[in-house]
């Protein structure tokens, strides 16, 4: 098989349509992947969309109609086999294409690859072909008005419903309107006279250690008459060694190897190794000729959803089982990396990656409002042991279900799955992104209707996500299915089934988050809060000082979240003196941001407390991205710059951890009284190891009185069960006292607790501070922090408790790679902190309560 790219010496222009009949065509160079944005900004033609308010300036460019064109020779050779074929990997979205004056198809589904018989029609000279891209605005409105007219929604404009382009162009809560047009994936030619059309791979890990492997292949070809040919068949490990082959295999014969223990399993990270394997097949002809090869990356897992009866508590688990080890997912939301997609280059998505493992994450969720992501993401998720849940891609919408859309949403589906399935990250599909929590917001799902037959219901999409999807799933993969993130029990928000999306800190009824326990849900897939990204960021979005300030314009415009100023003041208000100031800003919503997020995954995974009680198992932050620059729930912005928090979750995922509650407890004298009380502030104190060997530990715990100095210390020796949470201890905080009327104000006592694994007494391994809750009533002493820089490692002391410590390179440079940050310090615990880049320059800092704000 012969493939040619057809990736360069494209033209474009704007084309005159019926809603800009005016236009005149000015052609301009280009090659694909591309779309009409980045070549306009690239020759200067509009500014840069993510500026300012320049967003607003390129809404035209929606709902005007494109042409790319391209002329190109072909070798006689391939003319003359027995197949040509265009293979379009990608059309964003309504494209009508001609070859040589010819129409060869039109497309309405960006999700969709198209392999196109032009046989008869390529010439081996000046071939001509033409992708004329309708205004994609324009186009879902038509199929909106004539499929059923505009339905319910969150985020967008109703007509993005009606077309199978990603969501988040229509704009979202975090992403600007900006919806592309063009080629977003790869062209190719093709000519062949027999290919290797489909393998389909079916391993199995079996036993009790989950240590036997068995291998299952079929195979398609392109043509029927495949009985001239075999298949020669390899499995290599990744240093090249063979582990089986076969060098004559049928090709309708199902390949079936039992592999014993000739290989390994591959783990989620923290759990073991990720071993991957190639499959190569070769396509013979009875000669022997290779006409065709493929190889596929192969691995061996078992992935399983356990949903089973949990002791002492409502409702069941929702816990992903991998190779027989119950893992608590900790982890993030993935939404596009750019609002252009096309700029993606080659290593972002890796660097993505690797961002969430210095995170100590082991989740992304495929958020159903992008896209099914690059290869390289998901390549990147195999190799690092990086699960992945997928939505199929619908969101926040009553989506309208028609034969038409159906059959194409159908094709997707198998297409997205037949690509994805052989990833052994990817462990779950889900139907969609809250379209079960928005039709119950209206009052359209209806939980007693099981009948099946759903298309001509008040939710017509139910047939999408439950007949449909379910279908093309069991048929093609192994993959566990869930009709909806969230979905499960009663309802969408069900705390005790299936998943839910933990919105009533921020949105819904704004909780504070010192209620996250209470918010918890069996696996927690979506929650967040907003944090403004590094100053860096902030400036690349104007180069206006004057509005460099929350309230100014080019600010709101960028942040998207509906009453988000309401918000973050609440928030902030709530728990902090703070000022308005940009750089303070900044500082106050990421150290609210950071808190607020780190409490969830603490007080979460202290709920996976072990087989049959795995009341949590699994906490994804919304969102671990940005599209563009912005403020937004990311933990980490469009630069790929951590915030604060990404440091703070980092703390609460490592594999081990220890974690602190306090809370006030009030008895009255008797019931009679009202004014007779004794308040007690009662603490808990517990450790989490994801390992999966008991651990034995001991715990510091260490109070320090912020108004008299006064220090209490308590040791405890624990051992720590495999892969779940212990309880080490429960009573009255240390040195604090007993308060009987409220004008009696509590001791502001901080407490850490210090972990040192019994087998390393000299290292501390995991550190938390439990501080008097709210800050804003706390009067700070100065701490006597001392920072000494060293090269590129930064060493920091304090002879008072410190809150929050942000580090950054002074004046402004550029950044270091920090490998801490919001750090809470306390006297005698002295912290390093590695700054890669920071090569000896001066560091600057603020903490809560430093005088700066
Ligand atoms: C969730 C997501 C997104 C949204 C986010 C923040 O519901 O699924 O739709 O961006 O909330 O509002």
Redesign the pocket.
Known sequence: MLKSPLLENWEFSQVSSEHSPDVHESWNPCSIPTSVHVELKRLGKIPDPYKDLNEWKVQWIQEADWVFKTQFDVDEAQVNQKHVDLLFEGLDTYCTITLNGKEIATTDNMFLSHRIDVKGMIKAKSNQLELHFKSPWHEASKAEAENGGPKPL??GASNRLYSRKAQYGWG????PVMMTVGPWKAINLETYDIRLDEIRIDDSLTGEAYDHAKLAASFTLSDTDAEAHQLEITLKDASGQTIRTVRDHPVSEKLRWDLGKDVKAWYPRGYGDQPLYDLEVQLKNSGGDVLDRITKRVAFRSAKVIQEPLEGQEGTSFVFEINGIRVFCGGS?W?PADSFLTEIEPGRYRAWVDLLIRGNQNMLRV???GVYEAEELYDACDENGILVWQDFMF??GLYPSYPKLNESIKLEAEQAVRRLRDHPSVVIFAGN??DY?LAESIGVMDYKDNSGDYMNSKFPARHVYEVLLPEVVDRLSNIFYHRS?PYGGKDSSDQTVGDI?Q?NV??GTQEPWSNWDKLAGRFVS?F?MQGYPNIRTVKEWTDDKSQLFPQSRISVNHNK??GFERRLELYLMENFRHSFDIPSYIYYTQIMQSECLSAAYRLWRRSFKGRGREYTAGALV??INDCWPCV??AIADYYLRPKPTFFTIARELRTYTVGITRKDVKTHRDSSTSAFFEIKEEMELWACNSSVNPIDVEVVLETFNLNTSQREQKTFNAQLQPNASTEIWSGPVPSQPIRTDHSQIPEPIVIQARLYLSSAPDKVEARYSSWPEPYKYLTFPEPGLKITVKGDEVVLTCEKPVKGLVLDVKGGGDEAIWSDQALDLFPGDEQKVEAKGLGGRDVTFRYLGDGSA
């Open positions: 969150w985020n979202w809560d975090w992403g939301n939404i958020w159903g409002g969101g926040c992104n809250e929590a993130s999306h919105w921020w949105h979506e967040g979240a509906d919304w969102q937004s729930w």
